[in-house]
């Protein structure tokens, strides 16, 4: 079965404030879908609540999240956090402690598996490897502070697919990277999900980034999904005035160039 991630009805609220309202989403295995939208909409929050991971203070007041049709309580969510869904949260600085070195992010990561010593350190390399670094074993002594942030990024990433999981939710993964860095992280995601068959949950506001990599769009607006459109039929036809909107003032930005 091909099975999947789904979100139904999600409410979140926070001291009386309604900050999303209604959110539905699926993300199967495979493809990638693009959360979209302006500042504050409630991408980022919808993100976490996949995770069953809200800050303090915010309250899912309604909502069921499904892993291949099953309902998941709390501790279905905590038990599946990392293990089954992986997470590179906006500002990839803040993921890490600037006190522990990259080398230890992995180890504490990886013994949660059972996995310690000289297969540890194989695996971060591995991981590392994979999304990029020559020389991993170099990196594991270094700490946060010493790395660009296009190397945390994809740090961030080896460390989010550590335990294999197979879904992968990324808030913002190219905002404050130079284009040439954002170019390698966005073909890195790309390699990612083709060879591990991942589902992509790709929040970012660049909607170039969505027409690199997306096969689905969901549009959000003051907590609501207000569109969702596969990725050729939104640039092509967005239909809610919001995406309009998005679509008109990247196009003033950036040229009428087609989606690739
Ligand atoms: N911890 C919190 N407590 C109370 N309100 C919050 C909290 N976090 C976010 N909010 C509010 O919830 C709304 C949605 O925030 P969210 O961070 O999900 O937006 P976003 O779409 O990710 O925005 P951005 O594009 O700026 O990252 C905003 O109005 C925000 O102020
Ligand atoms: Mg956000």
Do not use: W
């Amino acid at each position: 079965m091909a099975g999947g991630l789904a979100l139904e009805g999600l409410r979140l609220e926070a001291g009386g404030r309604v900050l999303v309202d209604g959110v539905s989403l699926a993300l199967r295995r495979g493809e990638v879908l693009g959360l979209v939208g302006t500042s504050g909409g409630g991408k980022s929050l919808t993100a976490l609540a996949l995770l069953g991971l809200l800050p303090a203070g915010v309250r899912r007041a309604a909502g069921v999240l499904r892993l291949d049709g099953a309902v998941l309580d709390a501790a279905g969510q905590a038990a599946l956090r990392g293990r089954r869904i992986g997470f590179v949260q906006q500002a990839p600085r803040g993921g890490f402690n600037p006190l522990v070195s990259i080398g230890r992010h992995f180890r504490e990561t990886l013994a949660c598996d059972g996995l310690r010593g000289g297969a540890a350190t194989a695996r971060a390399e591995s991981l590392l490897r994979e999304v990029g670094f020559a020389e991993p074993a170099a990196l594991l002594g270094l700490y946060p502070s010493q790395l660009s942030g296009g190397m945390l990024q994809r740090a961030m990433l080896a460390l989010a697919l550590a335990r294999d999981p197979g879904f992968l939710l990324v808030d913002e993964p190219t905002t404050d990277l130079d284009l040439i860095v954002q170019a390698q992280i966005l073909g890195l995601l790309e390699r990612l999900v083709a060879r591990r068959g991942l589902g992509l949950l790709l929040v970012t506001h660049d909607l170039s980034v969505v027409a690199r990599l997306a096969g689905r769009v969901a549009v959000m607006q003051a907590g609501r999904v207000v569109e969702e459109q596969p990725v050729h039929d939104f640039f092509d036809a967005p239909r809610h005035p919001h995406s309009q909107n998005l679509l008109a003032t990247h196009f003033a930005l950036y040229g009428e160039a087609a989606p690739a």
